[in-house]
């Protein structure tokens, strides 16, 4: 499986984003689908995580509410729609992949797109 994520850009504080994880290779209708990010000299961290009907998610406390994951199983697509963005969202966002059910450990997660920056001004 290989994961494209893309949609990252600059955006004032308030703004809202939406980045978009393609997968390749194979279907990921059966995965868990994931988004992590890491912020300028900070470790990983889980952000989002969708089951792969799409019933079920979760989010970490600091983005719900903000932040909605969603995925279209026929495009083999995942997306996190990202509105109200505070300068503390500032870091590159990862999709990863999980065969599992899997919720914030990264190691849960099998396959991992390259990342997409995203950047928050004040």
């Known amino acids: 499986v290989q994961l494209q994520a893309s949609g990252g850009g600059l955006v004032q504080a308030g703004g809202s984003l939406r980045l978009s994880c393609a997968a390749s290779?194979?279907?990921?209708?059966?995965?868990?689908m994931g988004w992590f990010r890491r912020a300028p000299g900070k470790e990983r961290e889980f952000v989002a995580v969708?089951?792969?009907?799409?019933?079920?998610?979760y989010y970490t406390d600091s983005v719900k509410v903000r932040f909605t994951i969603s995925r279209d199983n026929a495009k083999n697509t995942v997306y996190l729609e990202m509105n109200s963005l505070k300068p503390e969202d500032t870091a590159v966002y990862y999709c990863?992949?999980?065969?599992?059910?899997?919720?914030?450990?990264?190691?849960?997660?099998?396959?991992w797109g390259q990342g997409t920056l995203v950047t928050v001004s004040s």
């Open positions: 990863a992949a999980a065969t599992a059910a899997s919720r914030t450990s990264a190691s849960d997660y099998n396959y």
């Open positions: 969708i089951s792969s009907s799409g019933r079920l998610t």
């Open positions: 290779g194979r279907t990921v209708s059966n995965f868990y």
